[in-house]
């Protein structure tokens, strides 16, 4: 049966005709990104284009399955959709090897699209998103999984809760192992690296090779080589252990060799800071006049370099000692555990000369204790089952079906007799800062002419028509963190918007300073305008500033007057005012980004009160907060 056949008799011929010609955009080819890929172009799509930065890495293959060794270090943008239209031949599909967050991807592009998916293990480029799918005002699918917990939502601008209605912690407490041996960015991608793969592959359990035959035509005739390489340096790092040059063998391979065999990936640093290679004997020298005691190293403060090389030779040796072969010959092993303080040690100090290479802030002992005991590993068949909802969602989300639309989650647990939960998507937070806001487009013709103060005359001139945005007299711009423009601050009036950086692709806000004084509900809502250039078919005589994008507002409720039992945003939790009830959202980005998952602690007080307060935020019941917190019982409890 053809799938249009399949499609019709599910949704209707309606969603089958919209489904087949619908424009999709999947932002990352990973762990759900084959996965996904994979589904839409076996269910009808037949145009997709994909994004991501990321190039294919070994570690990647025992989950990723669009993937195959000959693909290693080759972009996983360009060899997915390649994987996809050999599925389906017919497929209209496209790569694009970038980073999404760059200008280029502004606005109008976005906006090309019916629809936008994120299979995303970046907490900003998700919030990058979030965004630019608010602004072009397209439906975005958000998803996540973390081990055996899964999930997927739909966003779409003044109808449903966007990704950042509920505050997100900056540190990340679960990571998977995954794309972090060639890449890292932050402390948790180097402790993860020193963990999951340094510790293991020197002192853990050996396991026997792959089998790395395949054709060796000319395409993959290097790759291969490359590989029996790798391999034939960790049979090295073997023999030489329980040596003198133990440490120095291990260090020379993974600081310096394997540094220079990244930085001789030149695309790979386009977008990204090089590594810096490190030297052994340099370092040993300076430890020599160091005061820093290995055997006693502080746990609370960051280590120098000197003093992370000086822990690494020490602690190598001190493992290396405890494996000493045994009477028959053979090779023990080291489980870590953050309690064996020569393993922990290991790998705090391998984990700061990765940081110091990288460029990353440093971590102390302490800190990478508690980091290396929250590491998920990711799941495959998650990515799968979280894929697979994915998909079902966007088909209803391009028939226009979204009342049929909701949250699921993916959770193990023995005693549930269902893995997959859902609930109606949830309505936007009204205090939020990111989609309680106003998308407008503001086109500029000329970026050098055109100053700021012209675009706040322009913006004072629109309270006299149809297009009032009842911002007053009184206002401020501001772009991220910058002050453009207030009553106080005019310095930048005369500027061009070239000269304050402000290029297409770039947002400001704008807001109205006398909220004492605001007469409409629209007042109070702030305004962003995403500079774009003319439209094509403008561009003989372009308007030297427009604003556009009016009639795509959504209605926005009045804000109610505090009470003492609003909840409201701060810092990482949501607090209410008597401090009986918390709600702490961790979105720690997993493998392939991660659910949503709300720990909710509600203590000494009323069922009936708990449940009304939780309903401020959306959660709904005590039956609703246990399939929110879809990890274990003892992380949604309502106790009297």
Not at 258 to 282: F, G, N, V
Not at 562 to 571: K, S, Y
Not at 630 to 637: G, I, R
């Amino acid at each position: 049966m053809r799938t249009t056949e399949q499609l019709t008799r599910i949704f209707g011929q309606e969603a089958a005709t919209r489904v087949s010609t619908a424009r999709l955009l999947v932002v990352g080819a990973g762990g759900i990104g084959c996965e996904l890929l994979k589904d839409l172009s076996m269910s009808g799509f037949q145009h997709i284009e994909a994004v991501d930065l990321d190039t294919i890495d070994l570690s990647n293959l025992n989950r990723q399955f669009l993937f195959q060794r000959r693909h290693i270090k080759r972009p996983k943008s360009e060899v997915a959709i390649q994987a996809i239209r050999d599925f389906n031949p017919g497929i209209d599909a496209h790569a694009r090897q970038a980073n999404i967050k760059e200008p280029t991807f502004d606005v109008d592009w976005f906006s090309q699209f019916d629809l936008v998916l994120n299979a995303l293990d970046n907490l900003e480029a998700r919030r990058h998103v979030n965004t630019m799918c608010l602004a072009a005002h397209v439906p975005l699918i958000e998803s996540g999984t973390a081990g055996y917990l899964g999930q997927v939502t739909v966003i779409k601008g003044g109808e449903t809760e966007c990704f950042e209605c509920h505050p997100k912690p900056v540190e990340r407490k679960t990571f998977p192992i995954c794309t972090i041996r060639s890449t890292p960015s932050a402390p948790i991608h180097c402790i993860v690296w020193a963990k999951n793969y340094l510790f293991a592959q020197l002192f853990g359990e050996r396991q026997d090779d792959e089998d790395m035959t395949a054709e060796e035509d000319a395409e993959n005739m290097e790759e291969l080589k490359q590989l029996r390489e790798e391999s034939m340096a960790l049979a090295k790092l073997a023999e030489a252990m329980g040596s003198l040059e133990f440490a120095r063998v291990v260090f020379e391979k993974v600081f310096s060799s394997d540094i220079a065999r990244l930085l001789s990936m030149a695309d790979m640093w386009k977008h990204r800071q090089p590594p810096t290679q490190l030297d052994y004997d340099e370092l040993e020298s300076a430890a020599l006049d160091s005061d820093f005691d290995p055997m006693s190293p502080g746990t609370h403060s960051a280590m120098s370099l000197t003093d992370a090389f000086a822990l690494f030779k020490y602690t190598a040796a001190r493992l290396a000692q405890r494996l000493d072969s045994d009477e028959q010959g053979t090779r023990g092993s080291i489980s870590f555990d953050k309690d064996d303080e020569d393993a922990l040690n290991f790998v705090a100090a391998t984990a700061s000369l990765r940081s110091y290479v990288f460029g990353i802030d440093q971590t102390s002992i302490f800190e990478t204790k508690a980091m290396a005991g929250n590491i998920i590993p990711a799941i495959a068949t998650t990515n799968a089952v979280v894929a697979g909802m994915m998909v079902t969602q966007a088909i209803m989300v391009v028939s226009e079906q979204m009342s049929r639309c909701h949250t699921a989650y993916v959770s193990y647990n023995s005693k549930r007799s269902r893995s997959v939960l859902s609930e109606p998507l949830a309505l936007p937070n009204p205090v939020c800062a990111v989609c309680r806001r106003r998308y407008l487009t503001l086109r500029v013709a000329d970026l050098s002419r055109t100053t700021l103060g012209d675009v706040v005359d322009y913006l004072h001139m629109l309270a006299e028509t149809e297009n009032n945005l009842y911002l007053g007299e009184d206002i401020s711009v501001v772009e991220g963190s910058r002050i453009l423009y207030d009553l106080d601050f005019e310095d930048n009036m005369e500027k061009s918007m070239e000269e304050l950086g402000l290029w297409r692709g770039r947002m400001i806000t704008v807001a109205r300073e006398d909220l004492d004084d605001v007469e409409s509900v629209a007042g109070t809502v702030p305004v962003v305008l995403s500079i774009a250039g003319p439209r094509v078919e403008d561009a003989s005589q372009p308007l030297d500033l427009d604003i556009e994008g009016f009639e795509l507002i959504p209605e926005f409720a009045p804000l109610p007057p505090p009470t003492p039992d609003e909840a409201v945003p701060n810092g990482d939790q949501l607090h209410f005012a008597d401090d009986d009830v918390a709600v702490v959202v961790d979105d720690s980005d997993g493998d392939e980004g991660l659910a949503t998952l709300h720990h909710v602690k509600v203590d000494n007080i009323s069922d009936e009160l708990a449940k009304r307060k939780l309903s401020d935020i959306g959660v709904r019941g005590e039956s609703s907060i246990k399939r929110r917190a879809v990890a274990t019982d003892d992380e949604a409890t309502i106790s009297e």
